[in-house]
T-cell receptor, first 113, second 114 residues
Framework: AQSVTQLDSQVPVFEEAPVELRCNYS??????LFWYVQYPNQGLQLLLK??????LVESINGFEAEFNKSQTSFHLRKPSVHISDTAEYFC???????????FGTGTKLQVIP | DSGVTQTPKHLITATGQRVTLRCSPR?????VYWYQQSLDQGLQFLIH???????AKGNILERFSAQQFPDLHSELNLSSLELGDSALYFC?????????????FGPGTRLTVL
């Protein structure tokens, strides 16, 4: 069995400030990790994913996440947020050998002007 | 645009009724997933179909059923509707069964049960 924990349900942050959205997972097998983003009134879309190799993965809009196997974490960070980053962010995990995605409960990022 | 289409966008109905939500996956995708998103329960996985066969079930009520047709589109049937079934229902698709496959989400169907 696998699970994903996003401890923060809401994170308010001022524009241009840094942000970290936390994600911890548990699994008895090797996993792939994902961050999805849901903008208001839209479906989820993939932000970035870790499959293998470098533990630091980046998205095209300035977010990055670091896979930490010893701490079973995959926190999402951005050094300077914009108003347009206001959205809900979901961490997800899947076994590497087959698709069975488990989503976290989501973290709502509210960027304050 | 994810390439996944869902109809209808909005649905308003009464308790006790039955509705059908439709999903067309991205061209070439064989897997279809259904999710329910509500304010109190968050994003809940309902069911996964791959190439017409059920692969996994999540928190899907017995009043709900789904199927995937030979042309790979899928339908989610919700019956004996209750007020608590009001939610956003998302369909997602992916290429196959690989762990690294990205899921592409449709825009959702907003169901309101009055």
């Amino acid at each position: 069995a696998q699970s994903v924990t996003q401890l923060d349900s809401q994170v308010p942050v001022f524009e241009e400030a840094p942000v970290e959205l936390r994600c911890n997972y548990s699994s008895s097998v090797s996993v792939y990790l994902f961050w999805y983003v849901q903008y208001p009134n839209q479906g989820l879309q993939l932000l970035l994913k870790y499959l293998s190799g470098s533990t630091l993965v980046e998205s095209i809009n300035g977010f990055e996440a670091e896979f930490n196997k010893s701490q079973t974490s995959f926190h999402l960070r951005k050094p300077s947020v914009h108003i347009s980053d206001t959205a809900e962010y979901f961490c997800a995990v899947s076994p590497s050998s087959y698709q069975k995605v488990t989503f976290g409960t989501g973290t709502k990022l509210q960027v304050i002007p | 645009d994810s390439g996944v289409t869902q109809t209808p966008k909005h649905l308003i109905t009464a308790t006790g009724q039955r509705v059908t939500l439709r999903c067309s996956p991205r061209s070439g995708d064989l897997s279809v997933y259904w999710y329910q998103q509500s304010l109190d329960q968050g994003l809940q996985f309902l069911i996964h179909y791959y190439n017409g066969e059920e692969r996994a079930k999540g928190n899907i009520l017995e009043r709900f059923s789904a199927q995937q047709f030979p042309d790979l589109h899928s339908e989610l049937n919700l019956s004996s509707l209750e007020l608590g079934d009001s939610a956003l229902y998302f369909c997602a698709s992916s290429g196959g069964l690989a762990g690294e496959d990205e899921q592409f989400f449709g825009p959702g169907t907003r169901l309101t049960v009055l």
